[in-house]
Every structure is written in structure tokens, then in C-alpha cells.
């Protein structure tokens, strides 16, 4: 009595089954042939100039005698001043070493630095003839402070190695960073940006939290008590820094 | 579904008629309940097949060897066992980029606790430093990991909030921001190794926080942990192109990574630990970057933690970094403007000196 409702269910269900079948194998199908596969969409590798990137110093330090480069050949100073005195009191009117850019501040007379006589040479205020690889001691003359750091290694660039018996160990001198004509350095280009993944590159500002639309207003983290009165200097305060 | 074959049967013996256009050998079976039972479990297979569908599309050395199964971990290992690590991974790199690496476990030295200084008057956001890691680190191009993360900051503040790393410029530096690189601070009490659950990442005795590569599970829990968002991850599978590759590497360093993997700065250690510098500072154009031993008194990091004004990121956490950021007493020079105009190209007149000199 009880078995003919279920024949009935039975019944339906198989019809059921019917379709649950050929749908689970055509899910498998598609699956296995036509479903994306999903990939992580990458943005495209920024292209830059890996010259960029010099593990080196910038400049070339002077050698004692100096060598300097005229015409592609290497020439003694001496080769041309042996000839040549020519009038140091004033920097106006070069008519050679035109190439060099002079932005050194007040110290702008060619013989503060070297020597009337010895082109070869550098001159100390007291008057005392150093070599050209000895110009830290003539840079110190000015940039005491800085000449400090630079002894106990907190100013400069050091290369090599960072232990100090270790033969590489080298700390650039003044001059292999700054050209001493014109010491402050320029600014340059930088590389490019990270790109996050994803979303390739981005708007600069994107992380700004001002920016962005989900942003939580600066004043609501204010503690209420302090509100009324804290409010207004640590917005100032941003605004400020911002500007 | 074959819970409802033997159903069928019992039903199949009761109701005569249905039963008796069913199978001659089996009585029980109708041809009904055959079939319903039949695309039913072929349904399942189907469906079993497709969601182990994945498995086709892996790559035939994306299942780890046996050798890799069963390496132990990187402090449990002998030196037989490192050996033979060291030999699969070479082989590895030898198949994927064509040059034998000079691959090697590197050790710690003894009476070394490395720190990093980096001089905030001196650094002009130029990320020389960042890419210089990348080229020297093995780091997957695309999609892009790097250590290294340039803030540029507004002057005034140090809320690290307002700092922004994808800015864009001709030139740097800007005049009204100032430049944080971000890397990883090799905490001496880092969160990040005590969150790892399986001690995939831990501290070194010259202090230098490390990653085995092949024991990480890649559940980013340490990324989680960093205050300092310093770990990266390979969510998909590094991109080195075959030139590209710094074959110059070590066990826990700059070795490539398979994907799933975590990854972070680690003070160059192929490099440091053998006496060289790390690859930033070399390529850093200013001299911002300090590197040395701490426990080295006349050491150029010792120096500045005597001699100059130091701070820490995030000191309030406690994480003890030792990664150090410092200042000039004076401040930075006044970033002029390029030079244009009638005084620039008239040097060394005595009245074009500019009145801001040294």
C-alpha cells in the first residue's frame, strides 16, 4: 500500500536523473575544454636604462701628476702651463677649460684651489702645495663638519667591503662624487615606479589616502573629547605639509 | 548510486511487469534503473575528472622530486644533505636558464651583527637602489616583486600614511618631499618568525632574518605580521628573463623561488657574508646607505649610531630594527631650480655666485 506513492517519487526522480547525468557531463565538458583558465593578468615589464645603475663612483679621481684629456689624448697640465702662464686673479674671461661648469658658491677664483705656479698642484690657504689626490684636506678647509663625517664614515660612499682590514675597503674621496667645480648634485631622473600586480601602473596619487573615494575624513579618528579642541592643528598641520 | 541499483532491484521483484523488461541475467536490474544508475555515475566521474582538471595544467616540475619531498629543513640539514640540495637546485637553474650558478650555502661569521644606516638628507628618490636589488636578487619581473619601497614624504611629517611610492617625476628630488626607502628592517624581535607555523622563517645569528624557500607553505601569515610590509610573495611564477638572471646566489638568498613562496630583503647575504656590500648601497648615487658590522666600534654604522641624530620606524611596536634612518646636522641643501635664464650659462662670473654657498 505504502510501496505505490513511492513508485510514483521513484518515477520522477528518475526523469531527474535523466537530466542530472548528461548536465554533469556537460559541466565536465565544459570544464575541461571551453572554461577559461584564469590567469593573473601581469603588466608589462617597464623598459629602463640598466646604465643607470652605476656601482661605481661618478667620477674618475685625479691622479698625481694629473692627467687631463685634450683633443682624445691624456696630457700632463704642465704639457700646455710649462707655456702658458696665464692670469689667475680673476675667473672672468677663460678661454680654456671652457667646459667647466663653476657653480661653487663663493669660492669662484681658480686659485683659491690651485696653485699660480705649479699647475700641477693644489694650494692650501697657508699656502702649502698638496697633490691632486690629496684633495679631502683641501676640501676640509671649508667643509670641516662635513670632512669629520667623512673620516668616521658617516658622510660618503665607501665600496668594496664593509669590513675595514679588508683590502677592497675603499672610501671615496670628496671628488669622486662631487665635481669639484660645481659640488651640489644635480637632480636626476628617476627610475620607474613599481606596478602592482594586477593593475599594472599606477596613478600616482592612487595611494593617497585623501584621495581615495574610501577614504576615512582625518578629523573621525579624532578622539571626541579632544575634537573640538585638537581638530583643527593636526589638519592645519597636514594641509601644511602638503602645500 | 548504487544504493539505488540494489533498490531498484527489491522494487524490481515486487512490480512484475517493469522487471520483466529488464536484463535476462539479472532480474533485479531493469533497463531503467541500469541506465538512471549508469549516466548517474558516470555524471560523477565526469565531475571528479573536471575538478581534477587542474592537475593537467601543471607543469611538469611543479611537482616536487622525491629528493625535494623529502629535504629536511634548512637548520636539520647535513652537510651531505645540503650538498645534494645544492646540487638539485643547480640543475634546476642549469635547465631553466642555461648558466651554471655559482650556488653555495653561505654561513654566518663569527662576531658579526650587521646593521644598515640610511642618511635622509642625502637619499633623492631616484630608486637606483630598488632596481639594483631586483637585478642583483633574482626577483620575478612579472609580475613585479621588489624589496625596496621609495615613500616620497612631505616634509614635516613622518606619518607614514601620507607617504606615496608610486610617484612619477622628470626629476627628483622634489622640493617639497622628502625620500623614505622602506625595505626590510631585519627586526631583532621580529613578528614575522613567530607567526610562521612551520619555522620556515627565523633569525641568523649575524641578525639577519631568512626565508628556505623550500620549507615555506605560503600562507603569507609573515606578511601579515611585518609592520613594515617588507615580505613579498610570488602569487604567480617568477618571470627572470634567461640573461637576466645574477648567477652569483646562496641557499637563503637570491636563488630563484618557486611560485607560493614568501620573499623579503635580506642584506644581500651571498654578498655581506663574504665582505662585500649589498647591492643598494653600491648603486646608491648620493651615499645615503651605510652598511656595516654593529659590534665593530669604529665601524661606519657604529659611527653614525654614536655621532649622528638616529631613529626607527615604528619604534612603538617593539620590533627592534636594525635598520637605522639618520640625519645631517645641517639641513639638506635648497633644491634650486634648473638653471635657466641669463645667469645660468655666464659661469664663473664673480657676481653669478649664488648666495647659497657652503
Known sequence: MDHTPKRADATGGSRLAWLIGPAFLGLAAWFVWMAPWPRIPLGATPAFDVGAIVPRPRLAVMTDPPQIDVGSYEHRCDDCHRLFKSSTEKTTGRVQHTEIVFNHGMNNRCSNCHDKEHREKLVLRDGSLISFPGAPLLCAQCHGTTFHDWERGTHGKTLGSWERDNPAFRRLTCVECHDPHSPAFAPIAPLPAPHTLRMGPQQAEVERREASPLAIPFEHHAEPGAAQDEVGTPGGAREGGEG | ?358
Open chain 2, 1 to 358: 548510486m548504487t544504493i539505488r541499483i540494489w533498490e531498484g532491484k527489491a522494487d524490481g521483484t515486487r512490480s512484475g511487469p517493469m522487471g520483466s523488461g529488464g536484463c535476462a541475467s539479472r532480474p533485479g536490474v531493469t533497463r531503467r534503473s541500469f541506465l538512471r544508475g549508469a549516466t548517474g555515475a558516470l555524471g560523477g566521474m565526469a565531475a571528479l575528472v573536471a575538478a581534477l582538471r587542474p592537475l593537467k595544467d601543471l607543469p611538469q616540475d611543479a611537482l616536487p622530486s622525491l629528493d625535494q619531498f623529502l629535504q629536511k629543513h634548512y637548520k636539520e640539514m647535513s652537510a651531505s644533505d645540503m650538498d645534494r640540495a645544492l646540487a638539485r637546485i643547480r640543475a634546476d637553474v642549469e635547465d631553466r636558464f642555461g648558466v651554471t650558478p655559482n650556488l653555495r650555502d653561505v654561513r654566518p661569521m663569527e662576531g658579526v651583527q650587521f646593521a644598515y644606516a640610511l642618511n635622509l638628507s642625502r637619499c633623492i628618490g631616484c630608486r637606483r637602489c630598488v632596481h639594483a636589488c631586483v637585478g642583483e636578487n633574482n626577483q620575478s619581473r612579472s609580475p613585479e616583486i621588489q624589496y625596496i619601497r621609495v615613500l616620497e614624504m612631505p616634509r614635516g611629517t613622518i606619518d607614514l600614511d601620507q607617504g606615496n611610492h608610486h610617484y612619477e617625476r622628470a626629476r627628483v628630488p622634489d622640493a617639497e618631499h622628502y625620500y623614505l626607502p622602506v625595505q626590510c628592517h631585519q627586526c631583532a624581535n621580529p613578528p614575522c618568525t613567530k607567526v610562521c607555523p612551520v619555522e620556515a622563517t627565523w633569525k641568523e645569528p649575524d641578525g639577519i632574518v631568512v626565508v628556505d624557500y623550500d620549507w615555506c607553505i605560503g600562507c603569507r601569515y609573515c606578511e601579515a605580521a611585518c609592520p613594515y610590509w617588507a615580505r613579498r610573495f610570488n602569487f604567480a611564477e617568477p618571470q627572470i628573463p634567461r640573461d637576466k638572471l645574477n648567477p652569483d646566489m646562496s641557499y637563503l638568498s637570491n636563488r630563484p623561488r618557486p611560485r607560493g613562496v614568501m620573499e623579503k630583503c635580506h642584506f644581500c647575504l651571498h654578498r655581506t657574508r663574504e665582505g662585500r656590500m649589498p647591492a643598494c648601497l653600491e648603486a646608491c648615487p648620493v651615499g645615503a646607505r651605510k652598511f656595516g658590522n654593529v659590534l665593530d666600534p669604529e665601524s661606519e654604522v657604529s659611527q653614525i649610531l654614536k655621532t649622528k641624530r638616529v631613529f626607527v620606524l615604528k619604534e612603538e611596536v617593539g620590533t627592534l630594527p636594525r635598520f637605522f634612518y639618520y640625519f645631517d646636522e645641517r639641513y639638506p641643501r635648497a633644491i634650486e631650480a634648473e638653471p635657466t635664464g641669463p645667469g645660468a650659462p655666464e659661469i664663473g662670473l664673480p657676481g653669478s655666485a649664488s648666495g647659497a654657498g657652503a
